[in-house]
């Protein structure tokens, strides 16, 4: 991590004990379930690099916390002031593959195969302008995660050849990660029509054996009911990782971003921790411009986001571009 990174840490974090102490929004008393994809074939049809991911997430109502939950909710409270809190569970898989993948013994200068199945346990605090989000990912890294099979499976029904070199992938491992999201909700203008703009800022830090980084980022919304949620969610690493939707009734927005992160360590890159392993290089800083839109109807958010990715190794031919699909229902 960078001096100029972690000194701006600091000054956000004091910040936002600030906007936690403004009025709370009415509790949302629905819970919420939510599908995420994100695939390289949404955007070019590459099929390398970040092949596939995906999570499903399960989402409480809000002020309806189990004991240890409510526990943590009260540490929290005394840190970051008085919040509406909800807690979830989900799980994903996500799988890398090198670019040439008819190659039985893939190029060792490429980024290595890799699988990661997790699960996932979460506590999202929400003020009217602030949103934090901690979360506790537990898993595997290697043959258990099933990204070999789950791939070849689609190819299968696809039609697509299969990739030969997965027998190279990561050894199993397991692996944990501590991840944390503050997002603000900033009102910028409001125009002619009905239409509203505001900005997003964010700060994220994760520590673990999966990928260890610090981040910054943003994005401008222009839309109607843009106070419905803090932006389109995503998989991480990415610029935001935010839970369903509140409110009810109709709403849009179209959205630009671009976020920036500090890397230290990433598994997928570097290699197992404590075995020997096809690895590269990452490269420290990782950048991430993103465009998209989300529609809302009654208790349903539908989004798409575009990502373009900076090289994330040394070697890396060109920058990359994936898309993500997403749908919440609440209920």
Do not use: C
Not at 24 to 41: I, K, W, Y
């Amino acid at each position: 991590m960078t001096r100029s990174v972690a000194a701006l840490i600091p000054a956000l974090l004091l910040l936002a004990g600030t906007a936690a102490a403004q009025d709370l929004p009415a509790p949302d008393r629905r819970g919420s379930v939510s599908f995420v994809s994100e695939n390289d074939s949404y955007a070019r049809n590459t099929d390398r690099w970040y092949s596939n991911g995906f999570r499903f997430n399960w989402a409480s109502a809000e002020d309806n916390l189990p004991g240890p939950m409510a526990a943590l909710d009260d540490a929290l409270g005394k840190l970051f002031g008085p919040a509406r809190s909800r807690w979830g569970l989900g799980f994903g898989q996500n799988m890398y593959t090198p670019v040439e993948k008819r190659l039985s013994n893939p190029d060792p200068r490429d980024r290595p195969y890799a699988g990661y199945l997790y699960g996932e346990i979460s506590l999202d605090r929400r003020t009217q302008t602030t949103l934090d989000r901690f979360g506790l990912q537990v898993g595997v890294v290697g043959p258990s995660s099933l990204a070999r099979p789950t791939q070849d499976v689609v190819h299968s029904i696809l039609g697509d050849r299969q990739a030969r070199g997965w027998h190279y992938q990561l050894r199993d491992e397991p692996v944990f990660n501590l991840n944390y999201d503050r997002i603000w909700r900033l009102p910028v203008a409001s125009l002619p029509g009905g239409l509203d703009v505001d900005a997003l800022p964010s700060v994220t830090l994760a520590a673990g054996t999966v990928q260890t980084y610090a981040g910054i980022g943003g994005r401008v919304r222009i839309g109607q009911g843009l106070d419905r949620d803090f932006g389109a969610p995503r998989i991480r690493p990415t610029i935001a990782d935010t839970p369903a939707a509140v409110g009810e009734g109709f709403g849009w927005y179209l959205f630009a971003g671009a976020g920036g992160r500090a890397v230290a360590r990433d598994i997928f890159l570097d290699g197992n921790t404590y075995r020997d392993s096809r690895s590269v290089d990452h490269r420290t800083f990782v950048g991430d411009l993103e465009l998209g839109g989300a529609i809302f109807w009654r208790n349903v958010r539908l989004s798409y986001t575009q990502d373009f990715r900076s090289k994330e190794f040394v070697g890396q031919r060109k920058d990359f571009v994936f898309g993500a699909l997403s749908l919440s229902v609440s209920f």
